[in-house]
């Protein structure tokens, strides 16, 4: 590997702030806050969103159920009754 081109691989502390949550991750983002955390000092990064808050990863997921083309098209046009 050449040296000096690598991003420095460090531990960082996520915080999802809607949550309350604090995620102890081992990455390259680069930040000029720290913050202590159990004792150490680790650069920080505030999130809005995480598996601790998203609807997906919580289960709290609305689903909107949406019908075919064909059943909508059948809906709008189709035949209240056979006249011939």
């Known amino acids: ?5 690598h991003p420095e691989y460090r531990d960082v502390l996520f915080h999802d702030t809607s ?3 604090y995620f102890l991750i081992g990455s390259t983002v680069k930040t000029a ?3 202590e ?3 150490k000092t680790y650069p920080y990064v505030s999130l809005d ?3 601790e808050s998203h609807p997906f990863y919580t289960g709290k997921q609305q689903t ?4 075919g083309r064909v059943a909508k098209f059948n809906k709008r ?3 209240k009754g056979t006249k011939e």
């Open 19 to 21: 949550a309350d949550a």
């Open 49 to 51: 969103v995480s598996s």
């Open 1 to 5: 590997m050449k040296p000096d081109i």
């Open 64 to 67: 909107t159920k949406s019908d």
């Open 33 to 35: 806050e720290t913050r």
């Open 77 to 79: 046009f189709g035949r």
């Open 37 to 39: 955390h159990e004792g």
